[in-house]
Nanobody, 125 residues
Framework: QVQLVESGGGLVQAGASLRLSCAAS????????MGWFRQAPGKEHEFVAR????????YYADSVKGRVTISRDNAKNMVYLQMNSLKPEDTAVYYC??????????????????WGPGTQVTVSS
């Protein structure tokens, strides 16, 4: 059974940095694209970033591009989201997700895959 667990969230001031981690278990994820989504209060889930199964390709939402870096360590079944220059509008619950099928690299495949329970990020002004 696939299990994803996020960590690293917290309360920070605007301009600070956070590094979110996602520990994946249940099987090898080295053939699966993975990504991060977020949901702010009263809003829909929003795509943040995605990384291909090799780690060679990364994709970002325009709202975070240049401030966020996604990476992965397939040997450890870990995915990371380094967030810099945080803004109050980044406040949300952040979710890690894994694609529903191997060797697919698109946002919908990750969105429709398995998700973790999320970690809260709060950025104060």
């Amino acid at each position: 059974q696939v299990q994803l667990v996020e960590s690293g969230g917290g309360l920070v001031q605007a301009g600070a940095s956070l590094r979110l981690s996602c520990a994946a278990s249940g099987r090898s994820f080295s053939s699966y694209a993975m990504g991060w989504f977020r949901q702010a209060p009263g809003k829909e889930h929003e795509f943040v970033a995605r990384i291909s199964w090799t780690g060679g390709n990364t994709y970002y939402a325009d709202s975070v591009k240049g401030r966020v870096t996604i990476s992965r360590d397939n040997a450890k079944n870990m995915v990371y989201l380094q967030m810099n220059s945080l803004k109050p509008e980044d406040t949300a619950v952040y979710y890690c997700a894994v694609a529903r099928s191997p060797y697919t690299d698109d946002t919908d495949s990750v969105r429709l895959g398995s998700w973790g329970p999320g970690t809260q990020v709060t950025v104060s002004s």
